[in-house]
Antibody, heavy 119, light 108 residues
Framework: EVQLVESGGGVVQPGGSLRLSCAAS????????MHWVRQAPGKGLEWVSL????????YYADSVKGRFTISRDNSKNSLYLQMNSLRTEDTALYYC????????????WGQGTLVTVSS | DIQMTQSPSSVSASVGDRVTITCRAS??????LAWYQQKPGKAPKLLIY???SLQSGVPSRFSGSGSGTDFTLTISSLQPEDFATYYC??????????FGGGTKVEIK
């Protein structure tokens, strides 16, 4: 059974940093690209970032480029999102999601971890 | 960026009704479209991918159609567990991958 479990969310002041983690199990982790998708309270879904299975390729939404860094450790079956220079508009529930075999669809999602940026 | 526009933003329907949700892309995306269902407090769930392919385990009352710029999600006979918010997502080009604004299916 595929499981994705996010952690690392919390309350941070504007300009601060946070590192999110996603622990994956139930599939061969390094065979699949992985994504971060976020959802602001009461709002829709926004794709944040993508990393290839081997970690060699990464992509970002313009809204986070230069501030967020996606990475993975395939030896630990883990995905990460380093978030720097956080803004109030980054407040959201952050989901990690598994890529459906190179399609850029999201076939499994974690339960999300909440990031609140507030002074 | 490819913009995805869903309509309606909300729909009221009764159990047993046929419900249709549309999604329009700002430029052609071939069949690179997915539909997701999200219930309150839960993560989204993939229903349809490649515009019309049913994800494993999804009931056959859900179907998708369309290609190019215009797409449709149809629920043939609405069940109580189908009351949720539905999102379309294009996977034709990135970055960024983009979602529609969502359609809330509510009880009439």
């Amino acid at each position: 059974e595929v499981q994705l479990v996010e952690s690392g969310g919390g309350v941070v002041q504007p300009g601060g940093s946070l590192r999110l983690s996603c622990a994956a199990s139930g599939f061969t982790f390094d065979d699949y690209a992985m994504h971060w998708v976020r959802q602001a309270p009461g709002k829709g879904l926004e794709w944040v970032s993508l990393i290839s299975g081997d970690g060699g390729s990464t992509y970002y939404a313009d809204s986070v480029k230069g501030r967020f860094t996606i990475s993975r450790d395939n030896s630990k079956n883990s995905l990460y999102l380093q978030m720097n220079s956080l803004r109030t508009e980054d407040t959201a529930l952050y989901y990690c999601a598994k890529d459906k075999t190179g399609t850029s669809y999201f076939d499994y999602w974690g339960q999300g971890t909440l990031v609140t940026v507030s002074s | 960026d490819i913009q995805m526009t869903q309509s309606p933003s909300s729909v009221s329907a009764s159990v047993g009704d046929r419900v249709t949700i549309t999604c329009r892309a700002s430029q052609g995306i071939s069949s690179w479209l997915a539909w997701y269902q999200q219930k309150p407090g839960k993560a989204p769930k993939l229903l349809i991918y490649a515009a019309s392919s049913l994800q494993s385990g999804v009931p056959s009352r859900f179907s998708g159609s369309g290609s190019g710029t215009d797409f449709t999600l149809t629920i043939s006979s609405l069940q109580p567990e189908d009351f949720a918010t539905y999102y379309c997502q294009q996977a034709n080009s990135f970055p960024p991958l983009t979602f529609g604004g969502g359609t809330k299916v509510e009880i009439k």
